[in-house]
């Protein structure tokens, strides 16, 4: 994928997180592309972008998301690397949002219907902060 689709999936996320209320910065770091904040409370997210793609063998289109990180050997995320990943739907303008927990593996392929789901990301958003403010507190 090219820098000019991450670059505008970052700034997808980041609109989307400014308009739930938090604040937020873009990043330039490993593994984190915004820091957001609300009140005393802050989250690090992981954004991928991805365009809808027919690929071989499949009959519909769908986002195919590059998750694992690292040079030759891909590893899966972690609570060390980020808190939440943020599935940017290029093609959609939208975004889907993920704890890092429910992360087990290095490549995600999700429907284009799901970015259509009324309030997907507020939904998505809220459920994904529920985990890991269920983790931090123990």
Not at 4 to 20: D, F, M
Not at 47 to 68: C, D, N, W
Not at 102 to 131: C, G, I, M, W, Y
Request: glycine share 6%; with cysteine; net charge positive.
């Amino acid at each position: 994928m090219s820098t000019t689709t991450g670059l505008i999936g970052e700034y997808i996320a980041a609109a989307v997180v400014l308009s739930l209320g938090w604040r937020v910065s873009l990043a330039q770091q490993d593994k984190v592309d915004l820091v957001a904040w609300k009140d005393d409370e802050y989250i690090r997210i992981q954004v991928k972008a991805a365009k809808m793609s027919l690929e071989k063998g499949r009959r519909t289109p769908s986002y195919h998301f590059q998750i694992g990180s690292g040079c030759k050997t891909k590893t899966v995320p972690n609570e060390r690397d980020y808190d939440i990943l943020c599935c940017v739907g290029y093609d959609h303008r939208k975004a889907l949002f993920l704890p890092v927990q429910q992360v087990q593996q290095k490549s995600k392929r999700l429907s284009p219907q799901l970015f259509d789901a009324p309030k997907a990301e507020l939904h998505s958003f809220n459920k994904a902060l529920a985990t890991v403010r269920a983790n931090r507190d123990g």
